[in-house]
């Protein structure tokens, strides 16, 4: 079952705009992880945030997480070709076991 | 930095065949999954194994069995490979509720 679910679906920006994605979930969560898929290829992971975080950062990634919400957003400042990626969040949930649920993941396309 | 090794990138199987897709991964993480990732539908888990001959099925174990007799290796067999299971299969480990890390991928197709 999924409960990660990113918006949007697809996103096309040129180099050096910023991208945001998001990601919403049902229940509540020990943390929520953002990953990043070259075509063709495993996911590689990029940022864990746990529930009692509100924003992280890491080079140009900035992840925020609304609890209350129950809601998170990755945003890529500065976008660059080589950022062109399907991106997927994961929650694992609280008390819950060891199992992630992962998105449907957000294909973003940089334009030179 | 942890490695998953899946043991091919591409298979190609006949319909009917059995087919092992072997995953090492050498940081002694106890948790390892599978997961079949098809365009549209995202990444779905097929078996879930939580120590040395632990396991519990996915979200879609149908057609599909698993085999975790040491920690650092853990296989996924296809008893009778059917068309409907040529995808991109993901192997991925990690601890507890923390990071997976995944292999690069086997793409099955299965003629």
């Known amino acids: 079952s999924q409960q990660g679910e990113e918006d949007p679906q697809a996103l096309s920006i040129q180099e050096g705009e910023n991208a945001t994605m998001n990601c919403s979930y049902k229940?509540?969560?020990?943390?929520l992880q953002w990953y990043r898929q070259n075509s063709g290829r495993g996911l590689v992971h990029l940022i864990l945030i746990r529930s009692n975080e509100r924003e992280k950062h890491s080079g140009r990634l900035r992840v925020t997480l609304d609890t209350s919400k129950k809601s998170s957003s990755l945003l890529i400042t500065a976008s660059r070709a080589a950022d062109t990626a399907s991106y997927f969040c994961a929650t694992f949930t609280s008390g819950g076991s060891y199992i992630p649920t992962f998105g449907r993941g957000t294909s973003l396309i940089v334009h030179p | 930095d942890v490695k998953v090794t899946q043991s091919s990138r591409y298979l190609v199987k006949r319909t009917g065949e059995k087919v092992f897709l072997e995953c090492v991964q050498d940081?002694?993480?106890?948790?390892m999954f599978w997961y079949r990732q098809d365009p549209g539908l995202g990444l779905r888990l097929i078996y879930f194994?939580?120590?040395?001959?632990?396991?519990e099925k996915g979200d879609i174990p149908e057609g599909y069995s698993v085999s975790r007799e040491k920690k650092e290796r853990f296989s996924l067999i296809l008893e009778s490979a059917s068309t409907n299971q040529t995808s991109m299969y993901l192997c991925?480990?990690?601890?507890?509720?923390?990071?997976?890390?995944f292999g690069s991928g086997t793409q099955l197709s299965v003629l």
């Open positions: 229940t509540s969560i020990n943390n």
């Open positions: 991925a480990s990690s601890l507890k509720r923390e990071k997976l890390f």
């Open positions: 194994s939580y120590d040395v001959k632990m396991k």
């Open positions: 940081m002694d993480h106890e948790n």
